[in-house]
């Protein structure tokens, strides 16, 4: 119900048209417990799986133009002009969600109240043929119009049955099979290169990451600054990424600025100590045959 203070806004009794957006401002916002007391009403006659953001959205945009168009000379209060608009859209979105025809909806309803009809009369449910008989159409259709409403029923993926959340049915979010193994072989070169890491570069790595060291407490470990242990942070990332990528895609390794030069090489010795550590271990286990002498 509305209240009467929404009833007796000024700009209901104003006897000119809103032309300006300020009395077009003060009719929606005085009338927007409208839209939700109609929303509420459709609600509670349609299925649970109808959106009630979607028809307040549908209902409100309705009251905004509602408010437009009002003439107030015409005589017609503008609460019962906007409910007749606003119900008007909440139709047109319940039709633009109801995956079933009118005809078909038109049919149910028939069929829904013979059907009540015939339960009052003869104390239990009549078959489809005594439902078909009673309406006067064949039993065919009684049937394809059943078929028709289970078609069109949208149910929502939390909904339960006898298995459970229909969201378990769906595929899962989790990694594919293929994805688990590429990011464990990821894992693995991972571990392997920090392995193969200098000393100082690779005692930073785990204590600053694995072991989640202060980087003052690593200073003070090393006989260094704190400023030298991020410098040595950031040197070790960038060989972490490039070792990786020197084994699973080898195109987004950048080249060195002098190729020929030492620290060039030793990065080229880093990488291929962490493809053979990489190598033995994935290497199967021969055992040896022992040979008579």
Known sequence: MLSNATLSSP???????????????????????????????????????VDRDDLTSAGLTALVRAAQGFEAERGVPFARYAATRIRGALLDELRGVDWASRSVRRTARGLDETRTRLTQSLGRVPTDAELAAAQGIPVEQVLANREDLARAQVLSLEADDARGSYATELPSAGP?????????????????????LPERLRRVVEGYFLAEQPMAELAAEL????SRISQLRAEAMVLLRDALNSQLD????????????????????????????????????????????
């Open 176 to 196: 594919t099979p293929e994805q688990a193994l590429e990011h464990a072989e990821l894992l693995t070169y991972l571990s392997e290169a920090v392995a193969e």
């Open 223 to 226: 006989g260094v600054t704190e």
């Open 250 to 293: 080898p195109a987004l390794v950048k080249a060195h600025d002098r190729p020929d030069g030492v620290a060039a090489r030793r990065r080229e010795a880093y990488f291929a100590a962490v493809a053979e550590r990489h190598a033995a271990v994935a290497r199967p286990f021969v055992p040896r045959v022992a040979t008579s002498a």
């Open 11 to 49: 700009a209901l009794s104003s006897t000119s048209s809103p032309t300006t957006p300020a009395v077009v401002d003060e009719l929606v916002t005085a009338h927007i417990p409208l839209v939700g007391h109609l929303v509420r009403e459709v609600l509670a006659r349609v299925p649970s799986h």
